[in-house]
């Protein structure tokens, strides 16, 4: 899944031809870099694969004073159509990518039951890191405005996914927590 390409198209859809600046500040803006990966220079070179792709089209070129040229791009008709795409596929894909824990976890059986719970709070801790991180931003942006549902009710819902997730691991590690304190020594 090419949630840059995602990202650079959606942006242009909802929010009109861009140039390849605007189109950085406005991922930035959205925090696109943490929950998509989508970096300055990921973006740039998707930008021109797309064009490539002929999945958007240079609309005009703009010069405001002394900066250097700027292509405007705007999506095409077959940018549209793989924007449609790649939402669906996206939709439907439930696998998150590598998961260090898991692997932990399998092999994990040769390690005490003593090393496997401190690995375990380390990680119940960054979890915890998270949450706290993501309360403080969830305050700054309803006060900001760009999280409360009136102004932006995907970007909220986007964002209260986050959390939710992030509680949901912190369950799984309260239920687990129960279960290796039980345990004599864990088991592969």
């Not at 942006?11 to 970096?39: N, P, S, Y």
């Not at 998150?96 to 709070?121: E, H, K, M, T, Y």
């Not at 964002?159 to 997730?165: D, N």
């Amino acid at each position: 899944m090419n949630l840059t390409r995602l990202v650079i198209l959606g942006l242009l859809v909802e929010r009109g031809a861009q140039h390849g600046h605007e189109l950085r500040r406005a991922a930035q803006a959205t925090k696109a870099d943490e929950w998509a990966g989508v970096g300055a220079g990921s973006l740039h070179r998707e930008l021109r694969k797309l064009a490539d792709d002929e999945l958007i089209e240079p609309l005009r070129v703009e010069r405001v004073d002394r900066r250097p040229e700027r292509t405007v791009y705007q999506v095409t008709e077959a940018g549209r159509a793989e924007l449609d795409l790649l939402r669906d596929r996206a939709v439907a894909d439930l696998h998150n990518g590598a998961d260090p824990l898991a692997a932990v976890l399998i092999f994990a059986g040769s390690v005490g039951r003593d090393v496997l719970a401190g690995l375990l709070g380390r990680h119940r801790r960054a979890v915890e890191q998270e949450l706290d991180r993501l309360a403080g931003e969830r305050e700054r942006g309803e006060r900001e405005g760009y999280l409360r549902p009136e102004v932006s009710a995907l970007q909220a819902a986007a964002f209260r996914r986050s959390e939710l997730r992030a509680r949901a691991e912190l369950a799984w590690h309260d239920e687990w927590d129960a279960v290796l304190a039980r345990a004599p020594e864990a088991r592969s």
